[in-house]
């Protein structure tokens, strides 16, 4: 598993640049990396961040 950040604007940007160049969607990013997609989703609505499928990043 990989070590996300825990700073929630840390984590929108490591999270937001790895699916620009590395991952298709969401769910690839969190199958390769062994992430929880739920908490990451939760983490990251918790800060006002959503993720969009369409344009494959958070907002």
């Known amino acids: 598993m990989m070590n996300l950040p825990e700073d929630p ?11 620009r160049d590395f991952y298709s969607s969401l769910d690839a990013l969190c199958d390769d990396l062994d992430v929880d997609k739920e908490e990451l989703l939760a983490k990251l609505k918790a800060a006002g961040f959503e993720y969009n499928e369409e344009f494959n990043k958070f907002w």
């Open 9 to 19: 604007m840390m984590l929108f940007s490591v999270v937001n640049m790895k699916l």
